[in-house]
C-alpha cells in the first residue's frame, strides 16, 4: 500500500505537529486481528510482554519476536473483546508470521486483517479537535485505552495512541466506504484549531526516540540492546515465542546498546535512507540507523547501535553520546570520536 508522505515542507510539517495538530493517513498500518475461544493465549504465545493484566478496552505497546529473539514487529495490541484482539503493525508482515505460528500452535484462533484503516489525529490541539466532534466526555479517555463510538454516523475505534511524541488519537474506520466523509468531517472540525493534513514527522519522532521497524531495529535486533526490557517478562508463567533465547541473551549480556546522538556541521538536507557507519577513530564501532536536523534543538540528532566496550558514554541507555566529526556524503558515514 502506498503512505501519504509530503504535504509540502517537513519542517513546516513539524512545527504544525508540536504546535497545533496534524491529521495523517496511516491506512498502511495494516492489522492483524485474532479473534477466538484461545484467542488472549495465542496473543500472549506472540509476545514476551506480560498481557495477564490487559483489560478489554486497553492498548499495549509490544514486541513480537522470533525463536532466535530477534524483533518481527512492534505493534500497538489493542483489546476490542474478552477474544477479539488487533495488533497494528509496523512495517512488516505479521499477518503471515501469526498465520504460520497458528497453524502449528494448536490453539482455535481465527486470524485475518480486518479492512479498518487508521487515521492519526496528532499534537498539543488534538484533543481540543476530538471535544469538538465526540464532546468533552474523550477527554476521560485514557492515555493506551481505546473506545468504540461513531462520529456523524460513521463508525470507529478511537484510541489515544499514536506516533508522533505529542498528545494525539488514532480513529479507525470500521466502514471503509465512508472514508472521504471521515477525513473531511475531522480537517472540518479541526480548522478552527488550526488543524493541517500531514505526515508522520522523521523530525519528532527522531527527538522523542520513537523507533522505526527497519530503520531502528529489525529481525537481528533483540529487545535488550534497545533498552526494552521492560517489555520482556522472563519469569511469568505463560510461554512465548523466544523465550529460551531471551533468556540465554540476557544472562550472557549483551555486545552493543541504542543510543542517542548529535552529529556536528551543516544542517542535515534529509534524512538518512541508509544506516551509516559510525567509527571511533579508523575503527567501526557500529552504526547510525536514523538522522534528521532538528530545526527546534538547532543541531543533528540521530539514533544509533554502538558497541558496548567504547566507553561508559556508550553504555547508558539513556545518555546522549555526542558525535565530534562531519558528513561524508560520498561515502554515506559518521567520522568523528565519542566525548562525554
Same mark, same amino acid.
Given at each position: 500500500?502506498?503512505?501519504?508522505?509530503?504535504?509540502?515542507?517537513?519542517?513546516?510539517?513539524?512545527?504544525?505537529?508540536?504546535?497545533?495538530?496534524?491529521?495523517?493517513?496511516?491506512?498502511?498500518?495494516?492489522?492483524?486481528?485474532?479473534?477466538?475461544?484461545?484467542?488472549?493465549?495465542?496473543?500472549?504465545?506472540?509476545?514476551?510482554?506480560?498481557?495477564?493484566?490487559?483489560?478489554?478496552?486497553?492498548?499495549?505497546?509490544?514486541?513480537?519476536?522470533?525463536?532466535?529473539?530477534?524483533?518481527?514487529?512492534?505493534?500497538?495490541?489493542?483489546?476490542?473483546?474478552?477474544?477479539?484482539?488487533?495488533?497494528?503493525?509496523?512495517?512488516?508482515?505479521?499477518?503471515?508470521?501469526?498465520?504460520?505460528?497458528?497453524?502449528?500452535?494448536?490453539?482455535?484462533?481465527?486470524?485475518?486483517?480486518?479492512?479498518?484503516?487508521?487515521?492519526?489525529?496528532?499534537?498539543?490541539?488534538?484533543?481540543?479537535?476530538?471535544?469538538?466532534?465526540?464532546?468533552?466526555?474523550?477527554?476521560?479517555?485514557?492515555?493506551?485505552?481505546?473506545?468504540?463510538?461513531?462520529?456523524?454516523?460513521?463508525?470507529?475505534?478511537?484510541?489515544?495512541?499514536?506516533?508522533?511524541?505529542?498528545?494525539?488519537?488514532?480513529?479507525?474506520?470500521?466502514?471503509?466506504?465512508?472514508?472521504?466523509?471521515?477525513?473531511?468531517?475531522?480537517?472540518?472540525?479541526?480548522?478552527?484549531?488550526?488543524?493541517?493534513?500531514?505526515?508522520?514527522?522523521?523530525?519528532?519522532?527522531?527527538?522523542?526516540?520513537?523507533?522505526?521497524?527497519?530503520?531502528?531495529?529489525?529481525?537481528?535486533?533483540?529487545?535488550?540492546?534497545?533498552?526494552?526490557?521492560?517489555?520482556?517478562?522472563?519469569?511469568?508463567?505463560?510461554?512465548?515465542?523466544?523465550?529460551? +533465547?531471551?533468556? =540465554?541473551? $540476557?544472562? &550472557?549480556?549483551?555486545?552493543? #546498546?541504542?543510543?542517542?546522538?548529535?552529529?556536528? /556541521?551543516?544542517? @542535515?538536507?534529509?534524512?538518512?535512507?541508509?544506516?551509516?557507519?559510525?567509527?571511533?577513530?579508523?575503527?567501526?564501532?557500529?552504526?547510525?540507523?536514523? +538522522?534528521?536536523? =532538528?530545526? $527546534?534543538? &538547532?543541531?543533528?540528532?540521530? #539514533?544509533?547501535?554502538?558497541?558496548?566496550?567504547? /566507553?561508559?558514554? @556508550?553504555?547508558?541507555?539513556?545518555?546522549?553520546?555526542?558525535?565530534?566529526?562531519?558528513?561524508?556524503?560520498?561515502?554515506?558515514?559518521?567520522?568523528?570520536?565519542?566525548?562525554?
Amino acid at each position: 500500500m502506498y503512505i501519504p508522505r509530503d504535504f509540502g515542507d517537513p519542517v513546516e510539517n513539524f512545527w504544525n505537529l508540536v504546535e497545533r495538530a496534524i491529521l495523517c493517513d496511516v491506512s498502511v498500518e495494516r492489522q492483524v486481528e485474532v479473534t477466538g475461544p484461545d484467542a488472549a493465549r495465542f496473543v500472549q504465545l506472540l509476545t514476551p510482554r506480560n498481557l495477564s493484566n490487559c483489560q478489554v478496552g486497553q492498548c499495549k505497546y509490544v514486541l513480537l519476536t522470533s525463536q532466535d529473539g530477534g524483533i518481527i514487529n512492534d505493534p500497538v495490541l489493542l483489546r476490542l473483546g474478552e477474544n477479539h484482539f488487533w495488533l497494528s503493525l509496523a512495517d512488516s508482515d505479521g499477518l503471515l508470521w501469526a498465520k504460520g505460528v497458528a497453524t502449528f500452535a494448536g490453539m482455535a484462533v481465527e486470524i485475518r486483517e480486518p479492512d479498518v484503516s487508521p487515521l492519526q489525529l496528532q499534537g498539543p490541539r488534538s484533543l481540543d479537535i476530538m471535544k469538538a466532534m465526540f464532546g468533552d466526555d474523550i477527554e476521560a479517555l485514557k492515555y493506551f485505552w481505546l473506545i468504540e463510538t461513531a462520529l456523524d454516523g460513521i463508525p470507529v475505534v478511537v484510541s489515544r495512541t499514536g506516533w508522533s511524541s505529542e498528545r494525539g488519537y488514532e480513529i479507525y474506520l470500521r466502514d471503509s466506504r465512508l472514508g472521504d466523509k471521515l477525513w473531511e468531517t475531522i480537517m472540518a472540525a479541526g480548522e478552527p484549531f488550526g488543524l493541517q493534513p500531514g505526515h508522520t514527522s522523521t523530525i519528532r519522532r527522531i527527538e522523542g526516540a520513537m523507533l522505526s521497524y527497519h530503520a531502528d531495529m529489525d529481525i537481528n535486533t533483540n529487545p535488550f540492546e534497545l533498552g526494552l526490557d521492560r517489555l520482556v517478562d522472563l519469569d511469568m508463567k505463560s510461554e512465548f515465542i523466544g523465550k529460551q +533465547a531471551l533468556r =540465554s541473551i $540476557r544472562a &550472557e549480556g549483551v555486545t552493543r #546498546l541504542q543510543v542517542g546522538l548529535e552529529i556536528e /556541521g551543516q544542517p @542535515l538536507a534529509r534524512p538518512n535512507e541508509k544506516h551509516w557507519p559510525l567509527r571511533a577513530g579508523s575503527e567501526d564501532v557500529g552504526y547510525v540507523t536514523s +538522522a534528521v536536523y =532538528s530545526p $527546534r534543538l &538547532e543541531k543533528n540528532i540521530a #539514533l544509533g547501535i554502538a558497541r558496548i566496550d567504547q /566507553g561508559a558514554v @556508550l553504555a547508558k541507555r539513556d545518555a546522549w553520546a555526542r558525535i565530534a566529526g562531519c558528513m561524508r556524503e560520498e561515502a554515506g558515514s559518521v567520522v568523528g570520536s565519542v566525548i562525554v
